[in-house]
């Protein structure tokens, strides 16, 4: 009996410690639905697809991403670039995009869409006895599917690419790897083709290998990146492009560069 007494404070402290104590311990650590992050970039020249978007210049990038815990997400994107590369009168370049993401163990997949737009634009081309004037834009929808550091992604136009008439239906399949080496070091790969649908030289491949340092929660990062798209300015092929544009001189400008040589990138970015 002077067991079960003794006992019994102790049975009824232990119920009270741990009613009071649950709901203490969830409040120390709130979980919530939501994720906002944004990113800030400085790159010694902006390359989109492996095609020069700056002439060879830096730009200025940055952004921010929205997610719920459903795998939901927004997101928007910014960099300058050079109205040479087909965005007369233009010298912005304005993502925004929304998808879903899910992850099974190793394994992931992104759906989404991305539309990309550049205020100012004003363009007049022609292709394949069809002109397009106006703004420039593109809209594509994309599937995109992953394995630990290893991912595969497609995106297909569903509106004429970059403003280019009778070219709806291009699309670009992108190999990606990015590998943690450890100590903040990390290596990246991609491979990447673009059929360009309708354009006479248009289609290409492009490829980069990178290597990347995190110092503080900035990244400092050196790649190479190489085409074979044909932008050989001495027989005037596609890809040789202009320092500007606009509507005042509708020719190259003084400068043109073949927009996929090979080139060295250097970046500083940081995500917060």
């Known amino acids: 009996m002077k067991k079960n007494a003794a006992s019994l404070p102790s049975l009824v402290t232990l119920a009270v410690t741990a009613a009071f104590s649950a709901p203490l311990l969830a409040d120390e650590v709130p979980t919530s639905e939501h994720t906002l992050t944004g990113n800030l970039g400085l790159f010694s020249s902006y390359r989109f697809r492996g095609i020069d978007q700056t002439f060879g210049k830096p730009a200025l990038q940055g952004g921010f991403d929205y997610s719920h815990a459903s795998g939901l997400y927004v997101g928007n994107w910014n960099s300058n670039v050079s109205s040479g590369a087909g965005y007369p009168e233009g010298n912005l370049e304005m993502d925004f995009y929304g998808g879903y993401k899910a992850s099974f163990g190793d394994f992931g997949i992104d ?36 394995w630990k550091f290893i991912s595969l992604k497609y995106s297909h136009a569903i509106s004429d690419y970059f403003a280019m008439p009778d070219s709806k239906g291009t699309g670009y399949l992108d190999l990606s790897t990015n590998y943690d080496l450890g100590n903040g070091w990390g290596v990246n790969g991609h491979v990447g083709r673009l059929h360009f649908r309708n354009v006479s030289n248009g289609s290409y491949t492009d490829w980069k290998f990178g290597v990347t340092k ?52 250097l970046s500083v970015s940081k995500t917060f």
């Open 111 to 146: 759906v989404g869409g991305l539309y990309y737009y550049y205020p100012g634009t004003d363009l007049t081309i022609a292709n394949n006895g069809k002109t397009n004037t106006g703004r420039v834009d593109n809209t594509e929808i994309y599937l995109a599917a992953s």
């Open 214 to 265: 995190d110092i503080s929660g900035w990244v400092v990062g050196a790649a190479y990146v190489d085409t074979n798209a044909k932008g050989d300015c001495g027989i005037g092929e596609y890809y040789c492009f202009s320092n500007s544009l606009n509507n005042q001189n509708s020719q190259n400008g003084s400068k043109t560069k073949d927009a996929g040589r090979g080139i060295a990138v």
